[in-house]
């Protein structure tokens, strides 16, 4: 029994905003002392995560949950409800921010960081408005913490305070806040002046009245207005917000920011447009391919990267395209795959990003080209490292292997075999970008130098120098979470096949005759 189920369950929406909101400003007022600060925030994230369970048990069980904060104009106003994908989406960002605190302790202590208060404030402003954005009800307040986010992420990127990470930080706002006014607003304006209505409904708001033609326009204008999701061409402010600390990588990457954008896509084609819908538009298959390119471009760039965090992050541009594909495929397995990609993809690529930053804390390498040799230094890091690359890969016995498994099912549902294709060659580039970098580190040696050159001596524990505890405590959970998702994913897929026009399942003969 959740202590949180006694509560009204409306109260709960608010509670998942206001309290990591609350945290925020008891980090300011426990600076002065870390040790406080940081029980704090592990404390805050903590109560955020059994706030979330409580939130799904009541999903799960049927119940309906909705807040109505303000009315800003008739029938308009900032609105939260709970549905499934959003609940799916605040259980991986309220228990990855707890690993994430976890690590974040051990790097910034074991880096010397400076401005940690800002830092674990910044990050759970963050994470409240993740939140909000999980339970939005309506477009309106999607878009508005939306923005909240972005601005509240900024200081994150720019937290070392040298000239790159000023340059990173322009280049973050810049394209976020550009393709929301340029593209997003005017999506969301356009919706309201068709329908009269920006809310979330199962099956979408549109119907056969409205012009296919601007139904195409605002769909490309939704899929670029949501920045973060990192499309091509407005994909460079994710490389460029490499600068940051590694746990802001990570809040980025796994977290909150660039889920939040594909969540964001993922909701409006389901709540807005509705899969039927999307399968009548010009536009649709534009996109979905737009996508496909973006999944084999970012791959290609990703081999060329010496610099390890560089070419993380072009994975996750790739990875990340995953998600839109699957939803642009309008296909109900699809949707379902790309939903489950959330998650797996989340453990996957942060325990990808803590790996890259125990390097840097440990052995100060941050280049590929230097890690030849490093798994006798850091034999646990590099074990974590091949576990997250695997499932990235969607090999067994790995998460993401389930995830590319309904995204393939729902490609060919969808009668795409080129999407089929993509996937299958994205896999292979996958692999040809991140299985080398553990080879390199267990199984390519340097001779020691002197007498005896070109022979290497016997490796022994006393030779390794990871990094500090916390980081591994946090690394050995998204491991695990890697290993657990795949032997049982089922908590995520059920709660996934509660979203309206969503499943899993599929005839076989459904595939037949679409490959057909």
Same mark, same amino acid.
């Given at each position: 029994?959740?202590?949180?189920?006694? /509560?009204? !369950?409306? @109260?709960? #929406?608010?509670?998942?905003?206001?309290?990591?909101? +609350?945290?925020?400003? =008891? %980090?300011?007022?426990?600076?002065?002392?870390?040790?406080?600060?940081?029980?704090?925030?592990?404390?805050?994230?903590?109560?955020?995560?059994?706030?979330?369970?409580?939130?799904?048990?009541?999903?799960?069980?049927?119940?309906?949950?909705?807040?109505?904060?303000?009315? /800003?104009? !008739?029938? @308009?106003? #900032?609105?939260?409800?709970?549905?499934?994908?959003? +609940?799916?989406?605040? =259980? %991986?960002?309220?228990?990855?921010?707890?690993?994430?605190?976890?690590?974040?302790?051990?790097?910034?202590?074991?880096?010397?960081?400076?401005?940690?208060?800002?830092?674990?404030?910044?990050?759970?402003?963050?994470?409240?408005?993740?939140?909000?954005?999980?339970?939005?009800?309506?477009?309106?307040?999607?878009?508005?913490?939306?923005?909240?986010?972005?601005?509240?992420?900024?200081? =994150? %990127?720019?937290?070392?305070?040298?000239?790159?990470?000023?340059?990173?930080?322009?280049?973050?706002?810049?394209?976020?806040?550009?393709?929301?006014?340029?593209?997003?607003?005017?999506?969301?304006?356009?919706?309201?002046?068709?329908?009269?209505?920006?809310?979330?409904?199962?099956?979408?708001?549109?119907?056969?009245?409205?012009?296919?033609?601007?139904?195409?326009?605002?769909?490309? =204008?939704?899929?670029?207005?949501?920045?973060?999701?990192?499309?091509?061409?407005?994909?460079?402010?994710?490389?460029?917000?490499?600068?940051?600390?590694?746990?802001?990588?990570?809040?980025?990457?796994?977290?909150?920011?660039?889920?939040?954008?594909?969540?964001?896509?993922?909701?409006?084609?389901?709540?807005?447009?509705?899969?039927?819908?999307?399968?009548?538009?010009?536009?649709?298959?534009?996109?979905?391919?737009?996508?496909?390119?973006?999944?084999?471009?970012?791959?290609?760039?990703?081999?060329?990267?010496?610099?390890?965090?560089?070419?993380?992050?072009?994975?996750?541009?790739?990875?990340?395209?995953?998600?839109?594909?699957?939803?642009?495929?309008?296909?109900?397995?699809?949707?379902?795959?790309?939903?489950?990609?959330?998650?797996?993809?989340?453990?996957?690529?942060?325990?990808?990003?803590?790996?890259?930053?125990?390097?840097?804390?440990?052995?100060?390498?941050?280049?590929?080209?230097?890690?030849?040799?490093?798994?006798?230094?850091?034999?646990?890091?590099?074990?974590?490292?091949?576990?997250?690359?695997?499932?990235?890969?969607?090999?067994?016995?790995?998460?993401?292997?389930?995830?590319?498994?309904?995204?393939?099912?729902?490609?060919?549902?969808?009668?795409?075999?080129?999407?089929?294709?993509?996937?299958?060659?994205?896999?292979?580039?996958?692999?040809?970008?991140?299985?080398?970098?553990?080879?390199?580190?267990?199984?390519?040696?340097?001779?020691?130098?002197?007498?005896?050159?070109?022979?290497?001596?016997?490796?022994?524990?006393?030779?390794?120098?990871?990094?500090?505890?916390?980081?591994?405590?946090?690394?050995?959970?998204?491991?695990?979470?890697?290993?657990?998702?795949?032997?049982?994913?089922?908590?995520?897929?059920?709660?996934?096949?509660?979203?309206?026009?969503?499943?899993?399942?599929?005839?076989?003969?459904?595939?037949?005759?679409?490959?057909?």
């Amino acid at each position: 029994m959740n202590l949180w189920q006694g /509560l009204e !369950p409306s @109260l709960l #929406i608010a509670l998942s905003i206001i309290v990591p909101f +609350v945290g925020a400003l =008891l %980090v300011i007022v426990t600076g002065k002392n870390p040790n406080l600060r940081e029980a704090v925030t592990l404390t805050t994230a903590t109560i955020l995560f059994t706030i979330v369970l409580a939130i799904t048990d009541h999903t799960f069980n049927g119940t309906e949950l909705s807040l109505n904060v303000i009315e /800003l104009f !008739p029938g @308009l106003g #900032i609105n939260f409800e709970v549905e499934p994908l959003g +609940v799916l989406f605040a =259980l %991986v960002a309220s228990f990855l921010w707890i690993v994430t605190t976890i690590y974040a302790i051990g790097y910034m202590r074991g880096h010397n960081e400076v401005n940690q208060t800002r830092f674990f404030c910044c990050f759970a402003l963050a994470i409240s408005s993740v939140m909000a954005i999980c339970f939005s009800g309506n477009l309106l307040t999607l878009f508005i913490f939306y923005e909240v986010l972005t601005l509240s992420t900024y200081p =994150l %990127v720019t937290h070392a305070g040298t000239e790159a990470a000023k340059q990173g930080g322009r280049t973050y706002l810049g394209i976020l806040l550009g393709t929301s006014i340029a593209f997003l607003l005017f999506a969301v304006m356009g919706t309201y002046s068709l329908t009269g209505t920006l809310d979330f409904k199962a099956g979408g708001i549109f119907d056969e009245s409205h012009s296919k033609a601007i139904l195409s326009v605002l769909l490309v =204008l939704f899929c670029y207005g949501v920045g973060k999701a990192a499309l091509m061409p407005f994909h460079r402010w994710l490389p460029a917000a490499m600068v940051a600390p590694t746990p802001v990588s990570a809040l980025l990457h796994a977290v909150a920011v660039v889920k939040a954008g594909v969540f964001s896509i993922l909701k409006i084609v389901i709540y807005i447009f509705g899969i039927d819908t999307l399968k009548e538009l010009a536009t649709t298959d534009i996109m979905l391919y737009i996508g496909a390119a973006t999944v084999l471009l970012s791959s290609c760039i990703a081999m060329t990267k010496d610099n390890l965090k560089a070419r993380l992050a072009y994975s996750t541009i790739s990875q990340l395209s995953y998600i839109v594909v699957g939803a642009l495929l309008a296909s109900s397995i699809a949707s379902a795959g790309a939903a489950l990609h959330i998650a797996t993809h989340a453990v996957g690529k942060i325990t990808l990003f803590f790996c890259a930053g125990a390097i840097m804390v440990a052995s100060h390498k941050k280049n590929i080209s230097d890690m030849v040799g490093l798994g006798r230094q850091m034999p646990l890091t590099m074990a974590a490292f091949t576990i997250g690359a695997i499932s990235i890969i969607g090999l067994p016995p790995m998460a993401g292997t389930w995830s590319k498994w309904y995204l393939t099912i729902g490609a060919l549902e969808a009668d795409k075999l080129i999407i089929v294709a993509v996937l299958m060659i994205s896999s292979l580039l996958n692999i040809a970008y991140l299985l080398p970098i553990p080879v390199k580190a267990f199984f390519n040696t340097q001779p020691e130098s002197g007498s005896g050159a070109g022979e290497t001596k016997p490796w022994s524990w006393s030779e390794t120098k990871e990094a500090p505890l916390p980081m591994l405590i946090a690394l050995g959970i998204t491991s695990f979470g890697c290993l657990a998702l795949f032997f049982y994913p089922q908590p995520l897929v059920d709660l996934i096949n509660l979203i309206p026009g969503v499943s899993t399942s599929l005839e076989m003969h459904s595939i037949i005759n679409g490959a057909g």
